[in-house]
């Protein structure tokens, strides 16, 4: 009897102090994503001055009053390609306000790559900024005709994100925008 009471006494301390405060989460998973975009669609709205193919699945909000915006939205990825159409007589400086505005973040960013475009047949050149580390956008492009307008574009994400964990989505935004600029039309 002594000795069922001894190991009563032993199994109970065991399991007192065997199971402390001391626990082992789950590492944070992210869930796996995946390109949904299966094509595109040309953007031909009557009141936007430009044309350009859009991924299948995104939805556009425009301003009617000045022609001046677009915004690209993709729902399944919860992020928006902010868009500005400017015409301007000084092309030159509105190209270097808008290269600031992309140099802005090399403060908080571990690099930026450039990939150069240029179409002479339909007289369009861009740039197309990759922007990694722990910046807002980490994409942002700037196209023109070289003569009278630029537009431009940043990638923004609605909420606050890991870059490690949104890399995949930014690499299929990429695609997409450089399907916009090689489709890009003046009407």
């Not at 000084?90 to 908080?108: C, G, M, T, W």
């Not at 922007?131 to 009278?148: C, E, R, W």
């Not at 990638?155 to 695609?175: H, T, W």
């Given at each position: 009897?002594?000795?069922?009471?001894?190991?009563?006494?032993?199994?109970?301390?065991?399991?007192?102090?065997?199971?402390?405060?001391?626990?082992?989460?789950?590492?944070?998973?992210?869930?796996?994503?995946?390109?949904?975009?299966?094509?595109?669609?040309?953007?031909?709205?009557?009141?936007?001055?430009?044309?350009?193919?859009i991924?299948?699945?995104?939805t556009?909000?425009?301003?009617?009053?000045?022609?001046?915006?677009?915004?690209?939205?993709?729902?399944?990825?919860?992020?928006?390609?902010?868009?500005?159409?400017?015409?301007?007589?000084?092309?030159?400086?509105?190209?270097?306000?808008?290269?600031?505005?992309?140099?802005?973040?090399?403060?908080?960013?571990?690099?930026i790559?450039?990939?150069?475009?240029?179409?002479?047949?339909?007289?369009?050149?861009?740039?197309?900024?990759?922007?990694?580390?722990?910046?807002?956008?980490?994409?942002?492009?700037?196209?023109?005709?070289?003569?009278?307008?630029?537009?431009?574009?940043?990638?923004?994400?609605?909420?606050?994100?890991?870059?490690?964990?949104?890399?995949?989505?930014?690499?299929?935004?990429?695609?997409?925008?450089?399907?916009?600029?090689?489709?890009?039309?003046?009407?």
């Amino acid at each position: 009897m002594k000795k069922i009471g001894l190991i009563a006494i032993t199994s109970l301390i065991f399991i007192m102090f065997g199971c402390g405060n001391k626990t082992a989460p789950k590492p944070i998973a992210y869930p796996h994503i995946e390109n949904t975009s299966n094509g595109y669609t040309p953007h031909r709205a009557e009141t936007f001055p430009l044309q350009f193919d859009i991924a299948n699945g995104t939805t556009t909000e425009s301003n009617d009053k000045n022609n001046g915006w677009i915004n690209i939205k993709y729902p399944q990825y919860n992020a928006t390609i902010y868009c500005t159409y400017i015409k301007s007589n000084n092309l030159q400086q509105e190209i270097a306000k808008s290269r600031e505005l992309v140099y802005v973040h090399s403060k908080h960013s571990s690099g930026i790559s450039t990939l150069s475009y240029n179409d002479t047949t339909k007289n369009v050149s861009a740039e197309l900024y990759a922007i990694s580390g722990k910046v807002a956008t980490p994409l942002q492009f700037i196209a023109t005709d070289n003569t009278s307008y630029i537009f431009r574009g940043a990638l923004y994400f609605n909420s606050q994100v890991n870059n490690d964990s949104v890399a995949p989505v930014v690499e299929y935004l990429k695609n997409d925008i450089i399907q916009i600029i090689e489709t890009l039309n003046h009407k």
